[in-house]
């Protein structure tokens, strides 16, 4: 099978043709259809995140068909694979209903081969029967959607929402938050006047760059830009028990900041990978989505990230197979 390989950490992806993988127990082959690109997988390439496997297949926003295995899916469903693939069952974490924080997870795309590829293996346990819509536009719903949602649900009931860099999961966080009934404002790099124009577009109430003045508090803000500075930034923008919540996997140091920034009941949080229960959730809601998608050819996994690292996607980048 075609797929695009990274060998050693900070190298570019190569192209490659691998065996197919091998079936393992409750495993599904899927034929890959399109796979979502994701700021992590930018991290993993880059060499930001400790021990991948190597080499490796990125890529856990998965959509394809089943080819064979499993008992879960008949031959031909079509089914997404997220980032979390793996879990053991029987810790502490995975018994209360936070499989994702299990200290055994593997994840695709990193400790597991991913989708920037011809073919995928799966857990099916892992995997989700998908809601109407086309593959490539349901690709960033499998962890740009779903991380996005669990960091929302982190906001608690916060009505002025901010979004710091509004990039694939905020563009489908602030559509989940609008039909909530929140009002979203969006944070983008100074001068990033295309980032705020589509954030207006998609009903951001204010969009600007970060450091401008806001017209208002903000009852939480969610932070998807990795840049710690950013921390005391959105601290200073919350209204009295507001929260701050981290969505990324990966984020530069955080400054120290004057305490006065976190007393009155402010808090900051992290969110950490997603729970099948997300997206279980996030499905049956069933909501209009509307991803923006720019989608690339699989060989060209390497510029969907470059772009994606110098903030010139709009919405999400998709590898199409
Ligand atoms: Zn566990
Ligand atoms: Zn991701």
Redesign the pocket.
Known sequence: MRAMLLKRPDTPLEPAELEAPALGDRQVRIAVSACAVCRTDLHVRDGELPEPKLPLVLGHQIVGRVVEGGTRFEPGSRVGVPWLGW?????????SGR?N?????RFTGYTLDGGYAEQAVADERYCFALPDGDDVHLAPLLCAGLIGYRALRFAGDAERLGLYGFGASAHIVAQVALTQGRRVFALTRPGDDAAQAFARELGAEWAGGTGEPLPEELDAAILFAPAGELVPEALSRLAPGGRVVCAGIHMSDIPSFPYELLWRERSVASVANLTRADGDELFALDLPIHTVVEAFPLERAEEALAALRGGRIRGAAVLTI
């Not at 879990?87 to 018994?95: H, I, L, Q, S, V």
């Not at 924080?101 to 997870?105: G, I, R, S, V």
């Open positions: 879990t053991d069952g029987t810790c502490r974490y995975c018994r499989e924080l299990c200290p055994d997870a």
